[in-house]
């Protein structure tokens, strides 16, 4: 039965890998064809970077041709996507390109050299096998082929790698001085932990030792503990979402029970509040009225969040703080610098912080605290690999026919196609389901650590996460594969686990190139269908989004995985390197991978991701590289146990060894090289270059020339654009692209026989199509395109549809696209309704004044609703503001969480940044001393004590009796915003998912207490 199994196994294997490869093709062609059908109908999902993003960063809108989009994101420069979607993703862009012509190149020459030697060798494999070098016998003089060409590979390899790395420092030289990032106040700040305690109290002690950089310190603001604050901030919001909800299904009961009522010719029965026990313990305690209990419940805790910002000193300070510096420079120098002479004190800077990045509760752990919990994850860590092993080993283990019938049970299973199905796609089905688990383990375990900001745990888990891919998706497949066959023979003979492994790990071929034809075809399609995402949009609000807080909610655009994506495909450059020699056919699957994923990546990053919290300046980058040296070391010792396998007494199978010896040891000495030359550069900004830009700023507005190695100071010509030909301009940028990959004779050959590359659609001096003005409404187009066919609106102003005058006098303002929960837009001129005119019947409810909200004359007793007013705690003059957060509301820093400065709030309601864009990215160094202060203190002292409610109010205005209440119960510290939300004719919320209820303006319609 054994001699039986063997002699189907070569079948198996082949029957395996086309079972693999016709599966994969079939379901990335099924998939990419629903891509193509629902990509124009669900903008949303698929082009929200044409409406969701800041206007100079959109794109442009794609035709409705089914592979229209594949030319539209090719044709974008490297410098535009440079601007639209910024450095870091430049950079990876840059990188799964840079992998396609590598092993493009190395399946070339390794189909044309190494494969044919393969199926010549003379050895005894068969089916699929005969591909691999386990053909080759082991005293074959044919093994020097492999060792020439891998040779050649590592070369080739080590070549780019420099010339990407020598792109990328100019790159990240330039994005250090722009002036859009140095007009970022976090560019000028560093973060210090592990303040000793004898300055902690002492800021002018603070700012007397950073002084002596460059520029002097502008401002210092210590850290402050304010876990009390924060749990109460907490409390309140969660009991202002349960209020949100409760009114939201009130008005909508309040509609459905009028139309009810009308059908029958009843009369109006008022529908019943949601009830609720004030214990906490179940079932215990008289049941209260839900909506009165969290109305007082937020105006009692907005009084003690008012109560507790008012003096800040009362808040115990904590051994961490942010030095704001005058100059970008000092900020870089503090970095590098020792500030204590005791050990472990402020020993952790660092650079380009973000308020929006810190992880506030880690932001007082003590260093010796912190290590001990590094190595307590440290430890879970190692638990967590060896139980994955065991599990992947088990999965991996059933590839092999072999070993799926040495279970009990299945030892007379028939072979068939369909085990060769099984074998081939379930496991590797199984285990990247098995790995997807890993980084939410991963990443609480890096929290726990203490790490004090999010990208620092991202960065940390691009290695940690790698480790494990290496470990137990790559390493323990190959063991569980081979070795572990074997285990009986290794146990009793320890001196042949070099043999085993040498002549085993060729034999691991088909594992690894199923999971690489896996992720090729089936992860590229599944990347760009966004299948979760459609569901997310589409589906789950119908189910879930409930309040149109919650239906915006889900219209945020996707962000990027950076911490899980990079590893895995620094995973894949490894498979296919490391078998480069082995097997070349998995170079060619793995070229298709890297050129399936970098055109499928360039139409998600350029129309789907909205990363604006990921900007690092691409140093996830370096991680790359590093991940490729493991990858490129790893490979060099399978060469060298293969060698060592193969080691006879003769003198031509020690000079193999001694061959391959020498290879180690020159990768070794330019990754010496690499991380002495490039890594300071990379991570600080070099003075030189500081003292160039600030000599010449003009240096840093234009995009660097990376064909050459010009200084950067010569980087700046006046009339650069009228002197340098159209045709030279677009060579430069081809060397740009492709310089480091291809050398420039063959550049310059290829440009000579095929000119017409250097003339391409749009000249280089033609301006990005995302800046021009003909884009500002294409928010409009895209979206009311994604569900009917609208005209474009005339007035340039607004994306929206106008409304005409209201009653009051009310000037025409703009109305949003409603969408319902499943979907759907609701048409806002109804049948019925006067052109222009919402159907709804909220505008003949409560009437507005005018364009600016005057505040209402009536008592402090009275009940109406009418006319809008600001809440009476916000002063329509700024400078009589009194705030209750730590700083003056005269500040002109406008953060999501505190209204802006002028009359109550921004009369730029237009240009008012988008929601889906980070507070943080309004905030400069032109800020006063107030602003930055407060934007770099604790979340919850920067809370307000006044809560928005956006909910819509019922077309009969039935529910504003209870809304006034809650009102009277919230003590004037609750706002209700009506604006850009309502019940439809279904009886379904509708909601403009573009507008920002926690960032009113004045044009914005809401309900506040009468005074």
Known sequence: MADESDDTKPTNDTSTFVSSLVFNLVVAAAIIIVFCILRPRFKRVYAPRTYAVAKEKRSPKISKSPLAWISKVMEVRDEQIIARV???????LRYMRSMFIVFTVLSLL????????????GGDAEGISVLTMSNLPPDSPKVWVQIVFFMVFVVWVMKNILGELNVYTRLRLWWLTTPEHMNKVGSSTVMVSTLPETLIEREDRIRQMFDVFPGGVRQIVVNRDCSELADIVKQRDKYALKLEKMLTTYAVNCEKAHKKAAKKGSEYTEPKRPLMRESKIPFKGPKIDAIEFLSTEIARMNQEISELTGDVTKFKRQSSAFVLFRKQIAAHMSAQTVLDYKPLSMNSVSLDVNPEDIIWSNMNMNPYDRRIRGYISFAITVGLVIVWTILTAFLAGLVSVKSLKKIPGLKNI????????????????????????????????????????????NMRLLHRYYFFQVWNVYLVTILSTTILQTVSEVVKHPELIVKVIATNVPKSANPILTYVLLLAFTGAAKEILQIARLVMRYVMPMIFAKTPRSIAKAETPAEFDWATSIPTHSLIFLMGFSYSFIAPLVNCFVAVYFGLFYVVYRYQF?????????????????????????????SEVYMLLIMVSRLENSANAIIRVVFTAIIILCTVGVHLYINDAYMPIINYLPIRAAADVEENPKISTKFPDLSSEADLSLNDSSDADSTIE???????????????LVPRKLIDYILVKVPSILHSKSPPNSPDPADDDSNSDIAAEELASEYQDKPKPSNGLSMFPQDSAAAGGLPSMPVAHHYNASGTEIDNSAAGAAPGKRASGNTNIL??????????AAGPGANSLSPYSLHPSMP????????????????????????????GFSTKSHNRRSRFEPASAQLTPFDNDNALAEAFSNPALRAKSLVNLWVPIDNNGLCNELFNKVLGWGNGTIRIITDRTEINEKGKVTADVDFDPENPDLSTRMLTKSV
Request: aromatic share 8%.
């Open 86 to 92: 910024g450095l870091d993703t430049y950079m990876f």
């Open 110 to 121: 390794s189909v044309v050299t190494i494969l044919p030697v393969n199926i010549t060798g």
């Open 414 to 457: 028939p072979d068939s196609k369909w085990l060769g199905i099984f074998t081939g796609i379930i496991p590797s089905i199984v285990l990247a389901v098995l790995m997807a688990l890993l980084p939410i383990i991963l990443r609480l375990l890096l929290r726990l650590e203490g790490t004090p900001r999010v990208s620092q745990v």
């Open 606 to 634: 350029l129309y789907v991701y909205n990363d604006a919290n990921w900007s690092t300046g691409g140093l996830s980058f370096p991680k790359s590289i590093a991940q490729m040296m493991v990858g490129v070391y790893i």
């Open 726 to 740: 159209s045709d030279s301009k677009a060579r430069r940028r081809i060397y740009a692209m492709y310089g480091s």
């Open 847 to 856: 009437s507005i004044d005018s364009g600016v909200m005057a505040a209402a």
């Open 876 to 903: 329509q003059n700024p400078a009589a503001a009194t705030s209750h957060s730590i700083h003056s509301y005269t500040s002109a820093t406008e953060l999501r969480q505190r209204p802006g400065t002028g009359s």
